[in-house]
Protein backbone atom coordinates (compact mmCIF):
# COMPACT_ATOMS: atom_id res chain seq x y z
CA UNK A 1 0.00 0.00 0.00
CA UNK A 2 2.92 2.42 1.15
CA UNK A 3 4.40 1.75 -2.48
CA UNK A 4 1.01 2.48 -4.19
CA UNK A 5 0.68 5.64 -2.59
CA UNK A 6 4.24 6.48 -3.00
CA UNK A 7 4.04 5.71 -6.92
CA UNK A 8 0.62 7.74 -7.16
CA UNK A 9 2.09 11.06 -5.47
CA UNK A 10 5.49 10.80 -7.50
CA UNK A 11 3.08 10.80 -10.63
CA UNK A 12 1.62 13.93 -8.94
CA UNK A 13 4.95 15.28 -7.73
CA UNK A 14 3.89 18.75 -8.60
CA UNK A 15 0.87 19.42 -6.20
CA UNK A 16 2.08 16.73 -3.71
CA UNK A 17 5.52 19.37 -2.94
CA UNK A 18 3.23 22.37 -2.80
CA UNK A 19 0.98 20.41 -0.12
CA UNK A 20 3.90 19.00 0.88
CA UNK A 21 5.82 22.86 2.01
CA UNK A 22 2.45 24.19 3.02
CA UNK A 23 2.46 21.59 6.09
CA UNK A 24 6.01 21.95 6.50
CA UNK A 25 5.90 25.88 6.96
CA UNK A 26 2.65 25.23 9.04
CA UNK A 27 4.72 22.51 11.49
CA UNK A 28 8.06 25.12 11.47
CA UNK A 29 5.54 27.58 12.79
CA UNK A 30 3.96 25.67 15.27
CA UNK A 31 6.55 24.10 17.15
CA UNK A 32 8.67 26.98 16.67
CA UNK A 33 6.11 29.02 18.61
CA UNK A 34 6.47 26.04 20.90
CA UNK A 35 10.24 26.09 21.42
CA UNK A 36 9.69 29.99 22.11
CA UNK A 37 7.85 30.25 24.61
CA UNK A 38 9.53 27.21 26.70
CA UNK A 39 12.74 27.95 25.95
CA UNK A 40 11.94 31.72 26.96
CA UNK A 41 10.99 30.79 29.87
CA UNK A 42 13.46 28.35 30.69
CA UNK A 43 15.97 30.97 29.79
CA UNK A 44 14.56 33.47 32.15
CA UNK A 45 13.83 30.94 34.87
CA UNK A 46 17.59 29.91 35.01
CA UNK A 47 18.78 33.60 34.82
CA UNK A 48 18.93 34.23 38.65
CA UNK A 49 19.18 31.66 41.39
CA UNK A 50 19.63 32.34 44.91
CA UNK A 51 18.51 35.92 44.94
CA UNK A 52 15.53 36.42 47.46
CA UNK A 53 14.84 40.38 46.91
CA UNK A 54 15.56 42.59 44.22
CA UNK A 55 15.34 46.08 45.78
CA UNK A 56 14.93 49.64 43.29
CA UNK A 57 13.40 52.65 43.55
CA UNK A 58 9.80 52.60 43.19
CA UNK A 59 8.11 51.02 39.88
CA UNK A 60 6.51 48.33 38.62
CA UNK A 61 7.99 44.60 39.63
CA UNK A 62 8.35 43.73 35.92
CA UNK A 63 10.27 46.42 35.05
CA UNK A 64 12.25 46.43 38.13
CA UNK A 65 13.15 42.82 37.31
CA UNK A 66 13.33 43.27 33.88
CA UNK A 67 16.23 46.02 33.86
CA UNK A 68 18.39 44.63 37.01
CA UNK A 69 18.07 41.21 35.96
CA UNK A 70 17.65 40.88 31.86
CA UNK A 71 18.42 44.39 30.78
CA UNK A 72 15.74 45.26 29.06
CA UNK A 73 14.70 48.06 29.03
CA UNK A 74 15.54 51.31 31.87
CA UNK A 75 14.24 52.22 35.71
CA UNK A 76 12.96 55.74 35.24
CA UNK A 77 14.27 56.26 38.22
CA UNK A 78 17.15 55.32 40.96
CA UNK A 79 17.79 54.78 44.78
CA UNK A 80 20.42 56.82 46.80
CA UNK A 81 23.54 55.46 47.83
CA UNK A 82 22.71 56.38 51.29
CA UNK A 83 19.06 53.92 51.29
CA UNK A 84 21.43 51.05 49.71
CA UNK A 85 23.88 51.89 52.97
CA UNK A 86 20.79 51.60 55.06
CA UNK A 87 19.21 48.61 53.72
CA UNK A 88 22.66 46.34 53.46
CA UNK A 89 22.91 46.71 56.91
CA UNK A 90 19.55 45.67 57.91
CA UNK A 91 19.53 42.56 60.25
CA UNK A 92 18.92 39.51 58.40
CA UNK A 93 20.55 40.36 55.24
CA UNK A 94 23.86 37.82 53.84
CA UNK A 95 24.99 39.41 51.04
CA UNK A 96 24.03 42.16 48.59
CA UNK A 97 25.01 43.23 45.20
CA UNK A 98 24.70 46.76 43.87
CA UNK A 99 23.81 47.81 40.62
CA UNK A 100 23.95 51.03 38.78
CA UNK A 101 23.50 50.59 35.41
CA UNK A 102 22.58 53.83 32.21
CA UNK A 103 25.48 52.97 30.25
CA UNK A 104 26.64 50.79 27.46
CA UNK A 105 28.96 49.19 24.76
CA UNK A 106 28.42 48.62 21.46
CA UNK A 107 24.66 47.92 22.41
CA UNK A 108 26.15 45.26 25.23
CA UNK A 109 24.89 46.96 28.44
CA UNK A 110 27.63 48.12 31.49
CA UNK A 111 26.58 47.38 34.51
CA UNK A 112 28.57 48.93 37.77
CA UNK A 113 29.11 46.37 40.58
CA UNK A 114 31.74 45.04 43.15
CA UNK A 115 32.84 42.06 43.53
CA UNK A 116 30.61 40.71 45.52
CA UNK A 117 28.95 40.23 42.38
CA UNK A 118 31.16 37.07 41.45
CA UNK A 119 31.08 36.13 44.39
CA UNK A 120 27.04 35.26 44.70
CA UNK A 121 24.97 36.12 41.94
CA UNK A 122 24.30 32.56 40.20
CA UNK A 123 22.18 31.21 37.81
CA UNK A 124 19.91 27.75 37.00
CA UNK A 125 20.45 25.84 39.92
CA UNK A 126 22.64 27.54 42.10
CA UNK A 127 25.34 27.45 39.90
CA UNK A 128 28.32 29.54 40.29
CA UNK A 129 29.98 32.13 37.79
CA UNK A 130 33.17 31.28 36.67
CA UNK A 131 35.74 32.59 34.34
CA UNK A 132 37.28 31.54 31.63
CA UNK A 133 40.35 33.75 31.06
CA UNK A 134 41.67 36.03 33.27
CA UNK A 135 40.08 37.16 37.28
CA UNK A 136 37.69 39.10 38.56
CA UNK A 137 38.42 43.34 38.32
CA UNK A 138 40.91 44.86 41.17
CA UNK A 139 41.19 48.44 39.69
CA UNK A 140 38.78 50.65 38.91
CA UNK A 141 39.96 51.13 35.45
CA UNK A 142 39.33 46.98 34.84
CA UNK A 143 36.46 45.20 33.40
CA UNK A 144 35.31 41.99 33.46
CA UNK A 145 33.18 40.57 29.74
CA UNK A 146 30.35 37.95 29.33
CA UNK A 147 31.33 35.57 26.83
CA UNK A 148 28.89 36.56 24.40
CA UNK A 149 30.43 40.22 24.49
CA UNK A 150 33.69 39.07 24.51
CA UNK A 151 33.66 36.60 21.46
CA UNK A 152 31.12 39.46 19.30
CA UNK A 153 33.75 42.50 20.37
CA UNK A 154 36.62 39.96 19.97
CA UNK A 155 38.53 41.48 23.22
CA UNK A 156 40.60 39.24 24.93
CA UNK A 157 41.95 39.87 28.70
CA UNK A 158 44.22 43.03 28.71
CA UNK A 159 42.56 44.43 25.77
CA UNK A 160 41.06 48.06 26.17
CA UNK A 161 37.33 49.66 25.20
CA UNK A 162 35.60 52.78 26.39
CA UNK A 163 31.90 52.92 26.87
CA UNK A 164 29.68 55.66 26.41
CA UNK A 165 26.24 57.02 28.18
CA UNK A 166 23.11 55.49 27.30
CA UNK A 167 21.81 52.12 26.87
CA UNK A 168 20.00 49.90 24.70
CA UNK A 169 22.00 50.64 21.38
CA UNK A 170 21.59 54.32 21.53
CA UNK A 171 24.85 56.13 22.71
CA UNK A 172 24.67 59.71 23.94
CA UNK A 173 28.36 60.47 24.73
CA UNK A 174 31.57 58.34 24.76
CA UNK A 175 33.53 58.44 27.53
CA UNK A 176 36.53 58.19 25.60
CA UNK A 177 39.26 59.79 28.71
CA UNK A 178 38.65 56.83 30.88
CA UNK A 179 39.25 53.57 29.08
CA UNK A 180 38.82 50.00 30.96
CA UNK A 181 41.03 47.42 30.55
CA UNK A 182 39.85 43.65 30.55
CA UNK A 183 40.75 41.60 33.51
CA UNK A 184 38.40 38.79 32.81
CA UNK A 185 35.89 36.67 30.79
CA UNK A 186 33.42 34.77 32.17
CA UNK A 187 32.49 31.43 30.95
CA UNK A 188 28.70 31.04 28.60
CA UNK A 189 25.88 30.83 30.80
CA UNK A 190 23.20 31.06 28.28
CA UNK A 191 21.71 34.04 30.56
CA UNK A 192 21.88 37.64 29.97
CA UNK A 193 25.17 38.00 32.09
CA UNK A 194 26.96 36.53 28.53
CA UNK A 195 26.11 39.81 27.23
CA UNK A 196 26.74 42.43 29.60
CA UNK A 197 29.92 44.23 30.57
CA UNK A 198 30.91 44.57 34.39
CA UNK A 199 32.96 47.51 36.24
CA UNK A 200 33.40 48.68 39.12
CA UNK A 201 31.35 51.20 41.15
CA UNK A 202 34.01 52.97 41.70
CA UNK A 203 35.04 53.41 37.75
CA UNK A 204 31.77 54.24 36.98
CA UNK A 205 31.36 56.76 39.61
CA UNK A 206 35.21 58.06 37.99
CA UNK A 207 33.79 58.02 34.21
CA UNK A 208 30.98 60.23 35.41
CA UNK A 209 32.72 62.58 37.19
CA UNK A 210 31.25 61.18 40.49
CA UNK A 211 34.50 59.98 42.16
CA UNK A 212 37.07 62.19 42.25
CA UNK A 213 41.09 61.20 42.23
CA UNK A 214 43.43 63.85 43.56
CA UNK A 215 46.78 63.23 44.45
CA UNK A 216 48.01 66.70 44.98
CA UNK A 217 45.68 66.42 48.10
CA UNK A 218 47.24 66.46 51.30
CA UNK A 219 44.07 64.69 52.45
CA UNK A 220 43.78 62.24 50.16
CA UNK A 221 43.92 59.07 51.90
CA UNK A 222 41.09 60.28 54.02
CA UNK A 223 38.95 61.60 51.03
CA UNK A 224 39.88 57.95 49.36
CA UNK A 225 38.50 56.21 51.80
CA UNK A 226 35.29 58.17 52.21
CA UNK A 227 34.67 57.87 48.23
CA UNK A 228 35.55 54.01 48.23
CA UNK A 229 32.39 53.86 50.47
CA UNK A 230 30.47 56.10 48.23
CA UNK A 231 31.47 55.88 44.61
CA UNK A 232 28.64 56.71 43.05
CA UNK A 233 25.75 58.80 44.06
CA UNK A 234 23.37 56.69 43.09
CA UNK A 235 22.04 52.87 42.31
CA UNK A 236 19.93 50.97 39.55
CA UNK A 237 18.80 47.92 42.21
CA UNK A 238 20.09 45.88 44.58
CA UNK A 239 20.15 42.10 44.87
CA UNK A 240 19.87 40.56 48.78
CA UNK A 241 20.07 36.99 49.68
CA UNK A 242 19.03 36.69 53.32
CA UNK A 243 19.81 34.40 56.41
CA UNK A 244 16.31 33.28 56.16
CA UNK A 245 14.55 32.78 53.31
CA UNK A 246 11.22 32.87 55.26
CA UNK A 247 11.85 36.33 56.00
CA UNK A 248 11.58 37.72 52.96
CA UNK A 249 7.99 38.17 53.14
CA UNK A 250 8.90 40.66 56.62
CA UNK A 251 12.07 42.10 54.35
CA UNK A 252 9.98 43.19 51.47
CA UNK A 253 7.46 44.79 53.86
CA UNK A 254 9.98 46.32 55.66
CA UNK A 255 11.48 47.73 52.71
CA UNK A 256 8.47 49.13 50.98
CA UNK A 257 7.70 51.02 53.72
CA UNK A 258 11.04 52.76 53.85
CA UNK A 259 10.29 56.56 55.22
CA UNK A 260 13.27 57.99 53.44
CA UNK A 261 12.99 57.26 50.17
CA UNK A 262 10.02 55.36 47.87
CA UNK A 263 11.36 51.75 47.17
CA UNK A 264 10.59 48.54 45.77
CA UNK A 265 11.48 45.39 46.92
CA UNK A 266 10.47 42.11 44.85
CA UNK A 267 10.98 38.59 44.66
CA UNK A 268 12.49 37.22 41.75
CA UNK A 269 10.08 34.46 41.22
CA UNK A 270 6.97 35.93 42.11
CA UNK A 271 7.99 38.70 39.77
CA UNK A 272 8.25 35.98 36.50
CA UNK A 273 4.93 34.51 37.51
CA UNK A 274 3.27 38.12 37.05
CA UNK A 275 4.89 38.38 33.86
CA UNK A 276 4.15 35.30 32.26
CA UNK A 277 0.44 35.77 34.12
CA UNK A 278 0.55 39.16 31.52
CA UNK A 279 1.85 37.52 28.39
CA UNK A 280 -0.45 34.59 28.57
CA UNK A 281 -3.31 35.86 26.82
CA UNK A 282 -0.21 37.08 23.86
CA UNK A 283 1.13 33.40 24.15
CA UNK A 284 -2.67 32.07 23.53
CA UNK A 285 -3.32 34.26 20.81
CA UNK A 286 -0.03 33.06 18.90
CA UNK A 287 -0.68 29.74 19.77
CA UNK A 288 -3.98 30.30 18.34
CA UNK A 289 -2.32 31.78 15.04
CA UNK A 290 -0.31 29.04 14.61
CA UNK A 291 -3.23 26.46 14.88
CA UNK A 292 -4.94 28.24 12.62
CA UNK A 293 -1.95 28.04 9.94
CA UNK A 294 -1.48 24.48 10.48
CA UNK A 295 -5.59 23.76 9.76
CA UNK A 296 -4.86 25.61 6.77
CA UNK A 297 -2.03 23.54 5.09
CA UNK A 298 -3.92 20.45 6.21
CA UNK A 299 -7.21 21.86 4.20
CA UNK A 300 -5.23 22.74 1.51
CA UNK A 301 -4.09 18.71 1.47
CA UNK A 302 -7.80 17.81 1.66
CA UNK A 303 -8.41 20.39 -1.62
CA UNK A 304 -6.05 18.49 -3.64
CA UNK A 305 -6.80 15.56 -2.41
CA UNK A 306 -9.87 16.00 -3.37
CA UNK A 307 -9.52 18.16 -6.24
CA UNK A 308 -7.57 15.14 -7.47
CA UNK A 309 -10.47 12.22 -7.46
CA UNK A 310 -12.44 13.07 -10.87
CA UNK A 311 -8.86 13.06 -12.56
CA UNK A 312 -8.29 9.69 -11.02
CA UNK A 313 -11.54 7.79 -11.50
CA UNK A 314 -9.54 6.32 -14.08
CA UNK A 315 -6.78 5.45 -12.13
CA UNK A 316 -9.01 3.95 -9.62
CA UNK A 317 -11.56 2.11 -12.16
CA UNK A 318 -8.19 0.51 -13.26
CA UNK A 319 -7.17 -0.97 -10.13
CA UNK A 320 -10.29 -1.93 -9.48
CA UNK A 321 -10.18 -4.26 -12.56
CA UNK A 322 -7.00 -5.74 -11.20
CA UNK A 323 -8.40 -6.82 -7.84
CA UNK A 324 -8.47 -4.30 -5.37
CA UNK A 325 -11.33 -3.86 -3.02
CA UNK A 326 -13.18 -0.49 -2.35
CA UNK A 327 -11.36 -0.93 0.99
CA UNK A 328 -7.99 -0.73 -0.51
CA UNK A 329 -9.00 2.48 -2.41
CA UNK A 330 -9.59 3.75 1.19
CA UNK A 331 -6.35 3.12 2.31
CA UNK A 332 -4.74 4.37 -0.76
CA UNK A 333 -5.96 7.69 0.10
CA UNK A 334 -5.35 7.61 3.80
CA UNK A 335 -1.94 6.31 3.05
CA UNK A 336 -1.34 9.42 0.59
CA UNK A 337 -2.41 11.47 2.83
CA UNK A 338 -0.38 10.14 5.95
CA UNK A 339 2.90 10.28 3.63
CA UNK A 340 2.13 14.12 2.39
CA UNK A 341 1.66 15.04 6.35
CA UNK A 342 4.73 12.78 7.57
CA UNK A 343 6.94 14.28 4.86
CA UNK A 344 5.62 17.44 5.82
CA UNK A 345 6.11 17.63 9.16
CA UNK A 346 9.80 15.88 8.77
CA UNK A 347 10.59 19.30 6.67
CA UNK A 348 8.91 20.79 8.81
CA UNK A 349 11.48 19.93 11.90
CA UNK A 350 14.46 19.83 10.11
CA UNK A 351 13.79 23.20 9.02
CA UNK A 352 13.39 24.48 12.91
CA UNK A 353 16.61 22.68 13.53
CA UNK A 354 18.25 24.60 10.58
CA UNK A 355 17.21 27.82 11.53
CA UNK A 356 18.34 27.56 15.18
CA UNK A 357 21.29 26.01 14.31
CA UNK A 358 22.46 29.05 11.84
CA UNK A 359 20.22 31.48 12.93
CA UNK A 360 20.51 31.23 16.66
CA UNK A 361 23.52 33.97 16.91
CA UNK A 362 21.66 36.27 14.57
CA UNK A 363 18.56 36.04 16.96
CA UNK A 364 20.47 36.60 20.14
CA UNK A 365 21.48 39.48 18.78
CA UNK A 366 18.92 41.11 17.45
CA UNK A 367 15.93 40.17 19.77
CA UNK A 368 17.75 38.90 22.63
CA UNK A 369 16.20 35.79 22.43
CA UNK A 370 18.34 32.48 23.30
CA UNK A 371 17.04 29.43 21.18
CA UNK A 372 18.76 26.16 21.14
CA UNK A 373 18.40 22.98 18.11
CA UNK A 374 18.08 20.41 20.88
CA UNK A 375 16.08 17.44 20.68
CA UNK A 376 11.98 17.47 20.56
CA UNK A 377 10.53 17.82 24.39
CA UNK A 378 7.33 15.85 24.85
CA UNK A 379 5.07 18.66 24.03
CA UNK A 380 6.55 19.18 20.62
CA UNK A 381 6.21 15.53 20.04
CA UNK A 382 2.64 15.99 21.07
CA UNK A 383 1.84 18.41 18.73
CA UNK A 384 3.76 16.56 15.78
CA UNK A 385 1.52 13.72 16.22
CA UNK A 386 -1.46 15.84 16.23
CA UNK A 387 -0.92 16.71 12.80
CA UNK A 388 -0.42 13.73 11.60
CA UNK A 389 -3.70 12.22 13.35
CA UNK A 390 -5.51 15.59 12.05
CA UNK A 391 -4.32 14.96 8.59
CA UNK A 392 -5.44 11.45 8.70
CA UNK A 393 -8.70 12.05 9.70
CA UNK A 394 -9.45 14.48 7.55
CA UNK A 395 -8.11 12.08 4.63
CA UNK A 396 -11.03 9.76 5.74
CA UNK A 397 -13.50 12.42 3.43
CA UNK A 398 -11.69 12.04 0.25
CA UNK A 399 -11.01 8.00 1.02
CA UNK A 400 -14.81 7.93 1.61
CA UNK A 401 -15.93 9.53 -2.06
CA UNK A 402 -12.76 7.12 -3.76
CA UNK A 403 -14.96 4.52 -2.05
CA UNK A 404 -18.02 5.02 -2.90
CA UNK A 405 -17.02 5.91 -6.64
CA UNK A 406 -14.96 2.67 -6.47
CA UNK A 407 -17.93 0.67 -5.10
CA UNK A 408 -20.25 2.03 -7.67
CA UNK A 409 -17.75 1.80 -10.51
CA UNK A 410 -17.42 -1.93 -9.63
CA UNK A 411 -21.37 -2.16 -9.37
CA UNK A 412 -21.63 -0.46 -12.89
CA UNK A 413 -18.58 -2.92 -14.24
CA UNK A 414 -20.86 -6.04 -13.39
CA UNK A 415 -23.96 -4.71 -14.43
Do not use: C
Amino acid sequence: MIRLAFASLANRKSSAWLTVLAIAVSALLLIGVERVRTQTQDNFANTISGTDLIVGARTGSTQLLLSSVFHIGALNNSMTWQSYTHIKELPGVAWNIPMALGDSFSGYPVVGTNEDFFRHFKYASDVALEFAAGSVFDADEHAVLGAEVAQRMQLNVGDEFTIAHGSGGISFSDHDAHPFQVTGILQRTGTPVDQAIYIPLAGLGLVHGELIHDDNDDSHDHDHADTEQQPVYTLSAVLLGLDNRALALRMQRQINTYREEPLSAIMPGLALTDLWRTLSLFEKALFTVSILVVATGLLGMLTALLASLRERRREMAVLRSIGAGPFTIFGLLVSEAFMLALAGVSIGVLMLFAVLHFGADWLLLHTGLLLRATPLTITEWSLVGAILVAAILLSFIPAWRAYRNALADGLTIRL
